[in-house]
């Protein structure tokens, strides 16, 4: 695994970077491999990434987007992570409709929802069961808890090592979630982290020794690339490692 531990001035600039990286590994995937898988973050912080993706000029339809975890809400609810990606880009480029792979969040038991995006993940990638795809880049954030995706502290997701996708639990509220499994064979993990409230958890997840199950990013360890791009308050204490 390489591992890129980069502290940024302020949140505007880890923003610029954040899209520095991912242009990068858009245009590497697409020149490698004919086409970019992505899956997004959701809640607050990748928003303005998003929507400075929304302004840039890229072969749409090489493009296809997921997402890494959604709540149990319909797309047009307030806290969709659908939604939120779609109002700050999708809708606003040429981007083929059947490129976009939301989880969908309408069954009554949400382990069907799981199953189902667990199918359509394998279809698209063409997997057999207990095969885990690489996606080329996906996209993370963490909460003051050290949860990242849908993965919360002290839950059964995080034990799930033999599916693509799985039901989180915040609270009691349900979740769809990629598994720490898969997220682990994407080709670039980038957790995009902002805020003085993530520094705690951030101190746990990068600590020598500390608990996955209370500190569940701790999970997230790719064969391949890791980066975390950090704005000052959150990572001022960590120390960059420089960019690859
Ligand atoms: C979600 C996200 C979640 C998010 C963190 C950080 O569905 O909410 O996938 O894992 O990345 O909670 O959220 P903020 O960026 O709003 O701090």
């Given at each position: 695994?390489?591992?890129?531990?980069?502290?940024?001035?302020d949140?505007?600039?880890?923003?610029?970077?954040?899209?520095?990286?991912?242009?990068?590994?858009?245009q590497e995937a697409?020149?490698q491999?004919?086409?970019c898988?992505?899956?997004?973050?959701?809640?607050?912080?990748?928003?303005?990434?998003?929507?400075k993706?929304?302004l840039?000029?890229?072969?749409?339809e090489k493009?296809?987007?997921?997402?890494?975890d959604e709540?149990?809400?319909?797309?047009?609810?307030?806290?969709?992570?659908?939604?939120?990606?779609?109002?700050a880009?999708l809708d606003?480029?040429?981007i083929?409709?059947a490129?976009?792979?939301?989880?969908s969040?309408?069954?009554?038991d949400?382990?069907?929802?799981a199953d189902?995006?667990?199918?359509?993940?394998?279809?698209?990638?063409?997997s057999?069961a207990g095969?885990?795809p690489s996606?080329?880049?996906?996209l993370?954030g963490?909460?003051?808890?050290?949860?990242?995706?849908?993965?919360?502290?002290?839950?059964?997701?995080?034990q799930?090592?033999?599916?693509l996708?799985?039901?989180?639990?915040?609270d009691?509220q349900?979740r769809?979630?990629?598994?720490?499994?898969?997220?682990?064979h994407?080709r670039?993990?980038?957790?995009?982290?902002?805020g003085?409230?993530?520094r705690?958890?951030?101190?746990q997840?990068?600590?020598?020794v500390?608990?996955?199950?209370?500190?569940p990013?701790?999970?997230i360890q790719?064969?391949a690339?890791?980066w975390?791009?950090?704005?000052?308050?959150?990572?001022?204490e960590l120390?960059g490692t420089?960019g690859?």
């Open positions: 695994m390489q591992k890129i531990v980069e502290v940024l001035p949140s505007v600039k880890l923003i610029d970077r954040a899209l520095e990286v991912v242009l990068s590994k858009m697409i020149a491999r004919g086409l898988t992505i899956a997004l973050a959701g809640g607050g912080t990748p928003k303005p990434l998003y929507e993706l929304a840039q000029d890229l072969p749409w493009l296809h987007v997921f997402w890494g709540r149990c809400v319909p797309p047009d609810h307030p806290d969709s992570n659908q939604r939120m990606a779609r109002q880009w606003n480029v040429p083929p409709a490129n976009i792979h939301p989880m969040t309408d069954a009554a949400p382990s069907v929802d189902k995006h667990e199918a359509e993940l394998q279809a698209f990638f063409n057999s095969e885990f996606f080329d880049i996906i993370l963490i909460g003051d808890d050290g949860h990242t995706a849908s993965l919360f502290p002290h839950t059964e997701a995080l799930v090592r033999d599916r996708v799985t039901v989180g639990n915040k009691g349900p769809i979630t990629f598994t720490a499994p898969l997220i682990n994407a670039a993990v980038i957790f995009i982290v902002a003085i409230g993530k705690p958890a951030l101190a997840i990068f600590a020598p500390a608990d996955d199950f209370v500190y990013a701790r999970l790719p064969q690339e890791l975390w791009l950090l704005d000052q308050t959150a990572g001022g120390g420089g690859a």
